[in-house]
């Protein structure tokens, strides 16, 4: 099993809808949990961190951690063509420094 | 506040040279990650450097190096050139979080 694992779509949603991204880690421990963006030809930028159980909301983007299943998700709230990038999932074990590893990324259109 | 600046921002190398590229992090930052990404395997993690030292590897064989100085800028090296390390590079700031700053990455060609 891959240590972080997303599907790598094409996701294809419309604009105004929301898009759902998910995500499976492999438990080893201790854990951060972040989403980047990576817009083509560019580099990934954070969007969101969670660090514990359930919902964190930031404008139209939720982020939701459930530990138990080792998942995590990403939703976006009326979806905009600007949207329309790669959303890498990442997840950092406590390794008493910082190794990040990333998933594939998802790509996500957003249909005007 | 300065961003992750990364150089070059571009290179092609011949197989066989070896290159060295150069990462300097948000200010106040002391945690520098390294990341090779390709269309084939994504961000894949090389290492990661905090007050001059190492603390974490992947999964890279030995021709891939790194190193820290006093002021937090670090540089990775790759020596011995295969045509599958072509590939952007790119350079991650932490702070007293995992939250990572990426620069805009060095894309390196070798021919």
């Known amino acids: 099993q891959k240590e972080v694992e997303q599907n790598s779509g094409p996701l294809s949603v419309p604009e105004g809808a929301i898009a759902s991204l998910n995500c499976t880690y492999s438990?080893?421990?201790?854990?951060?949990f972040f989403w980047y963006r990576q817009y083509s030809g560019k580099s990934p930028e954070l969007i969101m961190s969670?660090?514990?159980?359930g919902d964190k909301e930031d404008g139209r983007f939720t982020a939701q951690l459930n530990k138990a299943s080792q998942y995590v998700s990403l939703l976006i709230r009326d979806s905009q063509p600007s949207d329309s990038a790669t959303y890498l999932c990442?997840?950092?074990?406590?390794?008493?420094?910082?190794?990040?590893?990333f998933g594939a990324g998802t790509r996500l259109f957003v249909k005007a | 506040k300065a961003g992750v600046t990364q150089t070059p921002r571009y290179l092609i190398k011949t197989r066989g040279q070896q290159v060295t590229l150069s990462c300097s992090p948000i200010?106040?930052?002391?945690?520098v990650s390294w990341y090779q990404q390709t269309p084939g395997q994504g961000l894949q993690f090389l290492f990661e450097?905090?007050?001059?030292?190492?603390?974490n590897k992947g999964n890279f064989p030995g021709r891939f190096s790194g190193r820290q100085f006093s002021n937090s800028r670090s540089e990775m090296n790759v020596s011995t050139l295969e045509l599958g390390d072509s590939a952007l590079y790119l350079c991650?700031?932490?702070?007293?979080?995992?939250?990572?700053?990426f620069g805009q990455g060095t894309r390196l060609t070798v021919v």
């Open positions: 969670i660090y514990s159980n």
């Open positions: 990442a997840v950092n074990w406590d390794t008493g420094g910082f190794k990040t590893i």
């Open positions: 991650a700031s932490q702070g007293r979080t995992a939250e990572a700053f």
């Open positions: 200010s106040g930052h002391r945690s």
């Open positions: 438990d080893r421990g201790s854990q951060s």
């Open positions: 450097y905090f007050s001059e030292t190492q603390r």
